[in-house]
């Protein structure tokens, strides 16, 4: 069964640093998300993407955060200046479209420690 | 805003009893609801959706109501098994594709 592959499984970086993590959603899916989950936490959404664009960002998503596809098959999250609390496990996700009655396929995240 | 409460205590059952989840929302009134499945460092793994206008749907030992009313959900398990033992998340779709997800309930099941 075709999955959502994310790299790397665990990023360390230092405060203030650039970080960029990697996503390669199923391959037939149009719409691709980013959420974030703080240790002991719920899932948080980020930000859904759809044809090149951003379709919709949550509060979270603030001007650290950039997201790109840069080619047929990644995507990617960009946090530009990194702060403790980005702290988290971030996961990608994918679905066949939009619409509210469809399942997303999550990839199995990235932990990102901010030190 | 949405909110979304789901029991934050652990569930533990006897290996064989049927597992109960609860989900409520409030500030919402979402066309359809889903369930997932969170294992320690995985991420979520879909389980069943259901529409507002069905009251339950099953998939094998699963099974999940939907009352509109009460704007809640259940989640149940039945013949449970140790392998059931995960975090059961409860997710409302919005009109623009985001989940809202609840923080989710522990089930441990002894065997």
């Known amino acids: 069964e075709p999955e959502v592959t994310q790299t790397p499984s665990h990023q360390v970086t230092q405060m203030g640093q650039e970080v960029i993590l990697r996503c390669v959603p199923i391959s037939n899916h149009l719409y691709f998300y980013w959420y974030r989950q703080i240790l002991g936490q719920k899932v948080e959404f980020l930000v859904s993407?759809?044809?090149?664009?951003?379709?919709?960002k949550s509060e979270i998503f603030d001007d650290q955060f950039s997201v790109e596809r840069p080619d047929g098959s990644n995507f990617t999250l960009k946090i530009r200046s990194t702060k403790l609390e980005d702290s988290a496990m971030y996961f990608c996700?994918?679905?066949?479209?939009?619409?509210?009655?469809?399942?997303?396929?999550f990839g199995d995240g990235t932990r990102l420690s901010i030190l | 805003s949405q909110k979304i409460e789901q029991n934050s205590e652990a569930l533990n059952i006897q290996e064989g009893k049927t597992a109960t989840l609860t989900c409520n929302y409030t500030n919402y009134s979402p066309a359809y609801l889903q369930w997932y499945r969170q294992d320690p460092g995985r991420g979520p793994v879909f389980l069943l959706l259901i529409r507002e206008n069905e009251k339950e749907k099953r998939k094998e030992r699963l099974k999940v109501t939907f009352d509109t009313t009460l704007k809640q959900s259940l989640f149940h398990i039945t013949a449970s098994q140790p392998a059931d033992s995960a975090t059961y998340l409860c997710a409302l779709s919005s009109n623009t594709g985001k989940l809202i997800f609840g923080q989710g309930t522990t089930l441990q099941v002894k065997p």
């Open positions: 993407f759809y044809n090149n664009e951003i379709s919709e």
């Open positions: 996700a994918s679905s066949v479209d939009k619409a509210e009655d469809q399942p997303q396929h």
